[in-house]
Nanobody
Framework: QVQLVESGGGLVQAGGSLRLSCAASGRTFSTYTMGWFRQASGKEREFVAAIRSGGITYYADSLKGRFTISRDNAKNTGYLQMNSLKPDDTAVYYC??????????????????WGQGTQVTVSS
């Protein structure tokens, strides 16, 4: 079992940046694949990015170039750096993790562990 706690969300103006953190506890985080999803009001939860234990990264095509996922295994923490934020990026952002080799990274049903989410609001 692993517990995930997101932080770093908040209110930012369009064009600004935020860095979200996902602190993991309970087991060795370095062996887990970690991901970020987001869910805007009235919409389904969607894939943002993922990073495997070895560092290979994956992004939603629409976010590539603005968002960067990373991890610090020594700190048991994952990060999502978000730049050039737009009002459409407003959502609750969730951290996810799994110790299996996930093939369908972009599907919410593929992930076992989830954080409680952190709100990101981008004003125009």
């Amino acid at each position: 079992q692993v517990q995930l706690v997101e932080s770093g969300g908040g209110l930012v103006q369009a064009g600004g940046s935020l860095r979200l953190s996902c602190a993991a506890s309970g087991r060795t985080f370095s062996t887990y694949t970690m991901g970020w999803f987001r869910q805007a009001s009235g919409k389904e939860r969607e894939f943002v990015a993922a990073i495997r234990s070895g560092g290979i990264t994956y992004y939603a095509d629409s976010l590539k170039g603005r968002f960067t996922i990373s991890r610090d295994n020594a700190k048991n923490t994952g990060y999502l750096q978000m730049n050039s934020l737009k009002p459409d990026d407003t959502a609750v952002y969730y951290c996810a993790a799994d110790d299996r080799f996930i093939v369908a990274l972009r599907q919410t049903t593929a992930w076992t562990f989830w954080g409680q989410g952190t709100q990101v609001t981008v004003s125009s």
